[in-house]
């Protein structure tokens, strides 16, 4: 897959907070490869709503993680649209992609 790096944001959603549907990357258009999410959330319970739907090719219906601590999703950044439902309660999750190395005879990725 050629990965090179990887980076990672904090994600706090505050209740009443989503993130619609769409892709980490577009097909051979970005450095994304593999997308993470990984949940910081001990205590949650079901009915609080926040969870990751992941919409692969063969599942157009969706496929729901529950955001509970210690879940981590993994998944194609290119490939699999994916959204977060509205959350009732307050979500934490470390949000990540590992990267590809575009380096060339032309270019030197990094460029330091």
């Given at each position: 897959?050629?990965?090179?790096?990887?980076?990672?944001?904090?994600?706090?959603?505050?209740?009443?907070?989503?993130?619609?549907?769409?892709?980490?990357?577009?097909?051979?258009?970005?450095?994304?490869?593999?997308?993470?999410?990984?949940?910081?959330?001990?205590?949650?319970?079901?009915?609080?709503?926040?969870?990751?739907?992941?919409?692969?090719?063969e599942c157009p219906?969706?496929?729901?993680?529950?955001?509970?601590?210690?879940?981590?999703?993994?998944?194609?950044?290119?490939?699999?649209?994916?959204?977060?439902?509205?959350?009732?309660?307050?979500?934490?999750?470390?949000?990540?992609?590992?990267?590809?190395?575009?380096?060339?005879?032309?270019?030197?990725?990094?460029?330091?």
């Open positions: 897959m050629g990965l090179f790096e990887y980076e990672a944001h904090f994600a706090s959603y505050a209740p009443g907070a989503y993130y619609r549907r769409h892709l980490d990357a577009f097909r051979g258009g970005g450095d994304r490869l593999v997308s993470t999410v990984l949940y910081r959330n001990g205590d949650w319970r079901a009915g609080r709503g926040g969870e990751l739907v992941l919409y692969p090719a219906e969706g496929i729901l993680v529950a955001p509970r601590g210690g879940t981590l999703a993994v998944f194609l950044s290119e490939e699999i649209p994916h959204e977060v439902l509205p959350t009732r309660a307050p979500r934490h999750s470390i949000a990540g992609w590992f990267r590809r190395n575009r380096t060339d005879s032309t270019h030197l990725d990094p460029a330091n």
